[in-house]
């Protein structure tokens, strides 16, 4: 009963997976989908895997991250010993400083990608002004030498092999693989890491585009930060893109900003009043003028509660008039 069990269990599972329309390798006869399930496992359980995965490379934190998955994928590249790989294979043992090349590569290649797609949708005249509906990949920026897309062809997709693979029914589909590492003889191995780090970021950066959260990926006018919005902005932003830290930052100075011009307003009104008239201003008579001057809805209780405030930018106005 529980074997017989099993065994049904078996085969609705085999016909699920054909009924799914999954491909057929005819090599290893298991089904062969490359997917970005070749992330680090911690990235797996992510809403966003691949965006949380670039956002970690591009901080530059996660050196070591990005240092184990190329090592990790590097190890089927040299499954196969030439004597070109086993000499490449001797220098990387007695020189573990020299695999920096592949990781420097690909986090300043991923930066650059991504810095040429956010900057994309800026205005070219505006600074603080961002659309990234605009976003593309085919305008040359100022300051670069070519366009997203052009890097990304030359990096990766002019040598990037795809395979056709062919499913149950006899229909097919096209399948891509992981980046492979090309030690081309005339190179040196630190140009030859350096570009394989490059077509990692591109690998990863290229899937990125051609996924629903292409414009959720941002970068904070402030600190540079690179970060991810919840949903993408499908509305121009006018005054600057900031991360959550600096954005809260930038409410309290506007805050601060706006408190502070209306006590000024406040100062010079009350010595406006002295001027003319003996005695301090009645504080229902400062709110009002602070009100028509900056739309607020004080009443007396605001004055008294910054009077304090109030009295010293009447004496440093008096004492810059000497
Ligand atoms: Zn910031």
């Given at each position: 009963m529980h074997k017989a069990h099993r065994v049904m269990k078996y085969k609705s599972r085999t016909r699920r997976a054909k009924s799914t329309g999954q491909t057929l390798s005819p090599i290893s006869g298991h089904t062969r989908t490359v997917s970005?399930?070749?992330?680090?496992?911690?990235?797996?359980?992510?809403?966003?895997p691949l965006l949380s995965f670039i956002l970690r490379v591009l901080d530059g934190k996660h050196r070591q991250m990005v240092r184990q998955h190329l090592e990790y994928f590097l190890r089927f590249d040299f499954q196969i010993p030439t004597p070109e790989i086993e000499r490449i294979q001797r220098r990387l043992r007695g020189d573990p400083s020299l695999f920096q090349c592949a990781v420097n590569g690909m986090i300043s290649s991923m930066r650059e990608m991504a810095d040429m797609w956010i900057d994309s949708g800026k205005s070219r005249t505006e600074r603080e002004v961002d659309f990234p509906?605009?976003?593309?990949?085919e305008d040359v920026l100022?300051?670069?030498?070519?366009?997203l897309a052009l890097l990304i062809y030359r990096s990766l997709l002019r040598s990037h092999p795809v395979y056709k693979e062919m499913r149950r029914d006899g229909s097919q589909t096209i399948t891509e693989t992981y980046p492979r590492f090309d030690p081309q003889s005339h190179w040196k191995l630190e140009d030859a890491l350096q570009a394989h780090g490059t077509k990692w970021a591109a690998f990863y950066f290229s899937g990125l585009l051609d996924s629903?959260?292409?414009?959720h990926i941002s970068r904070c006018d402030h600190c540079k930060a690179y970060f991810a919005y919840h949903r993408a902005r499908l509305r121009k932003v006018k005054h600057g893109v900031f991360c959550l830290a600096c954005e809260r930052q930038s409410s309290v100075k506007r805050t601060e900003g706006s408190r502070n011009r209306r006590l000024d307003t406040a100062a010079k009104e009350r010595i406006e009043w002295e001027s003319r008239r003996k005695g301090p201003a009645p504080p229902e008579w400062i709110a009002e003028q602070v009100n028509k001057r900056h739309g607020t809805a004080f009443g007396r209780r605001w004055v008294s509660q910054n009077l304090e405030k109030i009295l010293e930018r009447v004496e440093a106005l008096h004492n810059a008039k000497g």
């Open positions: 970005y399930l070749g992330l680090p496992p911690r990235f797996r359980n992510e809403p966003r509906t605009d976003r593309n990949v100022p300051g670069r030498a070519c366009s629903p959260f292409s414009r």
